[in-house]
């Protein structure tokens, strides 16, 4: 009687290893290659489709994340789909010899193709890093069929000559000695941002073990390369209703998020500066690097509201 025991709840692990499921798996031909798309609940509900970032995979990226109480509930009104660029699921085996990676433009119109595949008309993106990239170049491309963008650390200009440099260096010691330190430092700096060993040791230790034994590096070294060639997204704000027409703008509802301790933070300011303030908003969540991982609950109380002010559930 002296322990109050009622109000504790189950939680399921946050598993961040590839589900056996088979059922949940499937290969989609596109014109450029195929994709492993995970699915994940009734086709009848509305589409949320995610997209990876750099060295992950949907499970890495977004499995602890989904398996958060709070996200599992909110997650229920949806039916999800996990895309893998090629060659980054777990497990894959390295891509062939003279394989051409698809530059980041193609990456984004094979959504096209898993759209076409589920018959989906529209959906709601969640993208990390390169994949909200990704995904914003498909809202710029097809703003009919994109509903609404959750996005973190989202950067919307080229490659700087820094991270140009730095990234090249990587993907040549991928290519040639697998995940060497250097690399494997880079991404725990891409990922988590400063500070990242006084924060949270069980968590750096996790991705680090991934990153280690879990990446294939020759696959990884072909996504790096795609990226850091990327092109600008030439997007710009135009409040004036009569000159929209004349400029390129992101015409869908965006929720632009970052993390105080991340290296893409002034990145996520510049793409906010070119985005419509109406129908977009930027935050930037205290004491974390990586959001979804550090800062779950904050992330799912923002989704909650952006989805609620654009017509989606309770």
């Known amino acids: 009687d002296d322990i109050e025991l009622r109000t504790v709840q189950l939680q399921f692990p946050s598993a961040r290893t590839l589900d056996k499921n088979a059922s949940l798996y499937q290969r989609i031909e596109t014109g450029r ?104 170049r498909f809202a710029l491309s097809h703003p009919e069929r994109v509903d609404a963008l959750c996005l973190l650390n989202c950067i919307s ?27 494997l430092d880079y991404l725990m700096w891409h990922h988590f941002g400063r ?25 990884l070294s072909l996504f790096i390369d795609s990226y850091i060639q990327r092109t600008d997204l030439s997007i710009t704000r135009e409040l004036d209703p009569n000159r929209r027409a004349s400029v390129r703008t992101v015409e869908v509802p965006v929720l632009n998020m970052t993390g105080a ?12 500066s070119r985005l419509d303030p109406s129908t977009s908003t930027w935050i930037k969540l205290q004491d974390c690097g990586m959001v979804l991982e550090e800062q779950p609950a904050k992330i799912v109380e923002a989704l909650r509201l952006f989805l609620q002010g654009n017509g989606y559930g309770k």
């Open 261 to 272: 301790l991340s290296p893409h933070v002034d990145d996520t300011v510049t793409f906010n």
């Open 195 to 219: 500070l990242t060993e006084e924060r949270n040791h069980d968590l750096v230790h996790v991705y680090r073990e991934y990153f280690e034994h879990h990446v294939n590096p020759m696959n």
């Open 33 to 136: 290659g195929n994709l492993l798309v995970a699915k994940q609940g009734d086709q009848t509900k509305p589409a949320l489709i995610t997209y990876h970032d750099l060295g992950l995979n949907h499970v890495a990226n977004f499995q602890a994340f989904f398996n958060f109480s709070e996200m599992r509930i909110l997650s229920q009104n949806f039916c999800l789909y996990h895309i893998n660029a090629p060659g980054q699921e777990e497990g894959a085996a390295t891509l062939p010899e003279g394989y051409v990676y698809p530059t980041i433009e193609e990456l984004s119109e094979q959504i096209s193709d898993v759209m076409l595949h589920f018959n989906l008309k529209t959906f709601i993106g969640l993208g990390v890093g390169v994949g909200a990239n990704i995904l914003v």
């Open 157 to 183: 200009t080229t490659a700087g000559w820094i991270e140009w440099g730095y990234q090249k260096l990587n993907s040549r010691h991928l290519r040639s000695k697998g995940m060497t330190q250097g690399a």
